[in-house]
């Protein structure tokens, strides 16, 4: 939890930083690339959060890695490297991403459906979203087979769930009574 509240708290002051010297948008694009990499290698995942590692090396080794981000983007790698919290880059990238979006008034809507969604159901499951936000929407779609059919929908803190194993464990729960 402390390490969420620090991530919170370096992203806020990193995208005061980017909106301040007006790369707020490339910032984000780091930060969006950073979050992917670190969430998708294990191996850097690790290497980050090695506290036997030194910080000096950390920096250095995320420094080569993301050689091409924006000055603020290394600016945050250098403050990290000063605080030793190098553990939380990740989160921060990820925090920085959703504090960007609420800004912008933009709203993430996940879709977990059976299979990959269809251009034509995109749109009518964008259509129904809209209708529960006034923010512009952002449809990510993850596959999940393992819900049957149907499709669960989140928005925000709210969710909606009209998949098939939920109904299935409805009607288990129901028939066991």
Do not use: C, W
Not at 10 to 16: H, P, Q, R, V
Not at 64 to 77: M, R
Not at 85 to 112: P, Q
Not at 130 to 147: G, H, R, W, Y
Request: net charge positive.
């Amino acid at each position: 939890m402390a390490g969420s509240r620090a991530a919170i708290r370096y992203a806020k002051a990193i995208l005061d930083l980017a909106q301040a010297k007006g790369v707020a948008a490339e910032v984000s694009n780091d930060m969006d690339t950073i979050a992917a990499t670190i969430n998708s290698n294990l191996e850097l995942t690790t290497f980050i959060q090695n506290p036997t590692t030194k910080v000096a090396v950390k920096e250095s080794a995320v420094s080569e890695i993301f050689a091409n981000v924006n000055g603020v983007t290394k600016g945050l790698f250098h403050l990290l490297h000063e605080n030793k919290r190098f553990e939380i880059l990740g989160k921060i990238a990820s925090e920085y991403g959703r504090l960007f979006d609420e800004m912008n008034g933009m709203e993430k809507a996940t879709v977990t459906t059976a299979f990959p969604m269809t251009p034509e159901l995109e749109a009518k499951v964008l259509s129904k979203v809209l209708t529960l936000s006034n923010k512009k929407i952002v449809l990510e779609n993850i596959v999940d087979p393992a819900i049957i059919g149907g499709f669960i929908l989140r928005v925000g803190d709210k969710q909606y769930n009209a998949s098939i194993a939920n109904k299935l464990q409805g009607l288990k729960r129901e028939l066991s009574n």
